[in-house]
């Protein structure tokens, strides 16, 4: 008898212990920022900020401490009506336990990788893996293609075809150095040390200001942060 | 002018779309309008247009490498790169309060400058 309970106990403490993520499922509460700071470029403060920001997209349309792909589109472009691609894309990659919804834990480890300090090769992959839209390992000539379109066609600028493929052609000459039609991950590193102007959209500035743009997290800090 | 200091596909892709996660921010007074057009036009002719339009409008002009900085109640960054050996991409950047001075003064006066092309995309 006293065996079993002892195996009971062992159990649920397992469970408890389980995985840090779990913690951050309580609505209203921000356990443990330090594990998250930890494991992120971003330092506790940085961490419960971007909680308060998490917080109020997350309410946006239903209140239950998780970002579903509509409050995502909302808070990305201030209107549920504009359907994008990318924002798709991005939503997926933030979306790690593929259950349509964002936790704070998934959002925060996402967002880390946009952070300045975050290392580059973080910012290769991510950006790798958003343009690799069918998920094969490499970036098709027609993905490049299905995306340069898209994007002109959302900006409103016009490109006849002739001019979208001779700017494809040229892309994949400098890119493609194995000669096989695909941009793989390794050709994409090289192409983007040559030209680190492409991971521009990699980086947010904000998310280094973050803790004076929110600072109501200042009133529930658990942490003296010196 | 060399083929690898034209914007290639990916430059496209990455200034210019729903990828830019800075909506994220923007309810906190920190909002820049991004916007991007095409022109056959040589930059000169591009940056000395914004410029006069600027004057006129009493802003103060800051000439940059690739484009033109303007401050006035609006912060106005414009930034030309080229795209194929006819044509530039021009992006524009801007905040700031009040009056949109960017839509108000300056699209309209370049509008005639921003490229159309007549025949359409296959997808």
């Known amino acids: 008898m006293v065996q079993c309970l002892e195996g009971v106990k062992h159990l649920l403490s397992a469970v408890v212990n389980c995985c840090d993520s779990e913690i951050y499922k309580q609505p209203g509460g921000l356990e443990n920022p330090e594990a998250l700071a930890r494991e992120t470029v971003f330092s506790v403060s940085e961490i419960e900020a971007l909680y308060e920001l998490f917080k109020k997209i997350s309410s946006a349309v239903i209140d239950d401490g998780l970002i579903n792909k509509e409050e995502f589109q909302l808070a990305l472009f201030k209107t549920n009506k504009k359907e994008s691609l990318f924002a798709d894309r991005v939503f997926d990659l933030f979306d790690k336990k593929h259950n349509g919804l964002l936790d704070f834990d998934e959002f925060a480890r996402a967002l880390s990788v946009f952070h300045p300090n975050a290392p580059i090769d973080d910012k290769i992959d991510f950006s790798f893996q958003l343009y690799d839209l069918k998920q094969q390992g490499f970036i098709e000539r027609q993905e490049v293609k299905q995306m340069v379109v898209a994007t002109l066609a959302e900006s409103g600028m016009n490109l006849s075809d002739d001019v979208i493929e001779s700017i494809i052609d040229k892309t994949f000459e400098e890119a493609d150095t194995k000669h096989d039609g695909k941009i793989d991950k390794e050709e994409w590193r090289n192409l983007v040390m040559r030209h680190q102007s492409l991971l521009k959209n990699m980086t947010l500035q904000y998310l280094k200001d973050i803790t004076t743009t929110f600072p109501s997290f200042v009133f529930h800090s658990q942490v003296d942060d010196t | ?123």
């Open chain 2, 1 to 123: 002018m060399q083929d690898s200091s034209f914007l290639n596909a990916f430059d496209i892709i990455s200034h210019f779309s729903g990828f830019d996660l800075s909506g994220l921010f923007s309810n906190n007074g920190i909002h820049i309008i991004s916007e991007m057009y095409i022109s056959a036009e040589y930059p000169r002719k591009i940056i000395e247009k914004i410029e006069e339009v600027a004057k006129e409008e009493g802003m103060k002009v800051t000439k940059k490498e690739k484009g033109i900085r303007l401050l006035g109640n609006f912060l106005v960054m414009v930034e030309i790169n080229r795209l194929t050996e006819e044509l530039v991409m021009v992006e524009v950047k801007r905040r700031g309060l009040g009056r949109d001075i960017w839509k108000e003064k300056f699209k309209p006066q370049l509008s005639a400058l921003i490229y159309q092309s007549e025949r359409q995309v296959r997808r």
